[in-house]
């Protein structure tokens, strides 16, 4: 007659329990501190995308009507570009400004106010009309 194999096996020994638990802290511990650095390079990335699509639809705008749009609401993006996050657009006699801020920058980044002067808010990234 043969014997169950579950007869003859000893089981988990509390030091094969210890060591697959500390593997997995190990690992999840690793995962949380990935992670924001992840999704701050995605968010970066969304946001060089908007300004991109942003600066398209300025050069589009002033192709049409000789001029770019005037900021409005405290120098925020007109609304007709439905950014999906916060922007200053300021214009001058040369030009547009386009400011953003990044969730990742890495020390000695350059800060940009807007509106310029100020009172304005602190960016760390800016596009000028080409």
């Known amino acids: 007659m043969k014997k169950s194999f579950f007869l003859n096996s000893s089981g988990v020994t509390m030091v094969e329990l210890l060591l697959v638990i500390s593997v997995i802290a190990i690992l999840s ?7 924001p650095f992840v999704f701050s390079e995605k968010k970066d990335s969304e946001i060089k995308d908007d300004v ?10 002033y192709n049409k009507n000789s001029k770019y749009p005037e900021p409005y609401n405290n120098n925020d993006i007109p609304s007709s570009f439905n950014p999906k996050y916060t922007y200053c657009y300021a214009t001058s006699s040369a030009g547009y400004d386009l400011y953003a801020q990044l969730q ?4 000695g980044a350059p800060s940009y ?3 310029p002067g100020p009172g ?7 596009v000028t009309n080409p």
């Open 29 to 35: 511990s690793a995962t949380i501190v990935i992670f």
């Open 52 to 61: 991109a699509r942003i600066q398209s639809e300025l050069e589009r705008y």
């Open 104 to 107: 990742s920058t890495p020390s």
């Open 113 to 115: 106010s807007c509106p």
């Open 120 to 126: 304005g808010s602190n960016y760390n990234y800016k």
